[in-house]
């Protein structure tokens, strides 16, 4: 599992440095990649997490792969306690770096672990996301991490996360360029996305489609 956790770190380290990569013609002449080329390719692939469950003022929030999302979501206007978490030194540094100059009261850091080791003794969360990233693991290694999550929610809390929806038209494109990029992208289906849900004791309170991904908000 560690060298699947390095593989995602350096696939993401070269996205946040800038560095280029270079792809076989046939993967360059698909589609997404030239949707990825132009900028078009981010908007379909992010997770609009707040329709499902906006941060409140005051309340305490993880987000797991958080990437720069202090720095590019609205935390500040939602003026609730940000505290995040990557696998990804660079992304970690990048934030660590601005966040603070952002606003240091809602800002708490960013930690580099992974998704399942949360270590948090002093806090417990109203909201952990967790979007972009599950599709990169076996089906096992999320529930542990629902089981890991579920330990620093309140009782109240929600946990909202994503998975790539395989039946979507872009998910197999997707998966393909990702592949190529240096992270492999796992397609399971929603029938055992929803069972693992079930089978981790926790209840589907909503769910949204996007163009790749699935989000799930789930409570316990």
Known sequence: MDDLFTAIAQRYDQDYRGDAVE?????????IFRERASGALAAKLASPFWELAKPKKN???LDLGCGVSFLIYPWREWNAFFYGQEISPVAQGII???GPQLNSKLFKGVRLAPAHRLDYD????????AT?????YPLDYWERTMTAVRK???PDGVFVFDVVDEARPLAESWAILETYLGAEVLLESMADWTKLIK?????IVKQQAGDIFQLFKVKW
């Open 59 to 61: 309340q305490a929030c």
């Open 132 to 136: 972009g990233f599950s599709c990169y």
């Open 122 to 129: 002093t806090v417990k969360f109203d909201i952990v996301v």
């Open 152 to 154: 620093v929610l309140k």
């Open 96 to 98: 660590n770096a601005r």
């Open 23 to 31: 792809l076989p013609p046939e993967v360059e002449a698909m589609d």
């Open 199 to 203: 089978g981790c004791q926790a209840r």
